[in-house]
Nanobody
């Protein structure tokens, strides 16, 4: 089992920045990649980005390329999602997830473990 805890969400003005964190515990040695998804009010959960645990590969949704940056600190079992130039449409609950292998597609079904999410609210 892998446990994931997100932090770093909050209320920010448009144009601001946030850094979300996801701390992993448990069988972290079995993680292949950590992913971030978000779910806006009334919308489905969507993929934001993912980072591999060891090879340091990253994947991003086209909608966030250039503004979102993933990084990880293996020693602390933590991944970070840096979000710059926040927009009101970025308002959502951001979920951290973990996959034990490389999924065919970055979808909810491809991820095995989830955190409870952290709320990001962007005011205009």
């Amino acid at each position: 089992q892998v446990q994931l805890v997100e932090s770093g969400g909050g209320l920010v003005q448009a144009g601001g920045s946030l850094r979300l964190s996801c701390a992993a515990s448990g069988r972290t040695f079995s993680i292949y990649a950590m992913g971030w998804f978000r779910q806006a009010p009334g919308k489905e959960r969507e993929f934001v980005g993912a980072i591999s645990w060891s090879a340091y590969r990253t994947w991003y949704a086209d909608s966030v390329k250039g503004r979102f940056t993933l990084s990880r600190d293996i020693a602390k079992n933590t991944v970070f999602l840096q979000i710059n130039n926040l927009k009101p449409e970025d308002t959502a609950v951001y979920f951290c997830s973990a996959s034990m292998n490389l999924p065919r597609t970055w979808s909810e079904d491809g991820m095995g473990f989830w955190g409870k999410g952290t709320l990001v609210t962007v005011s205009s």
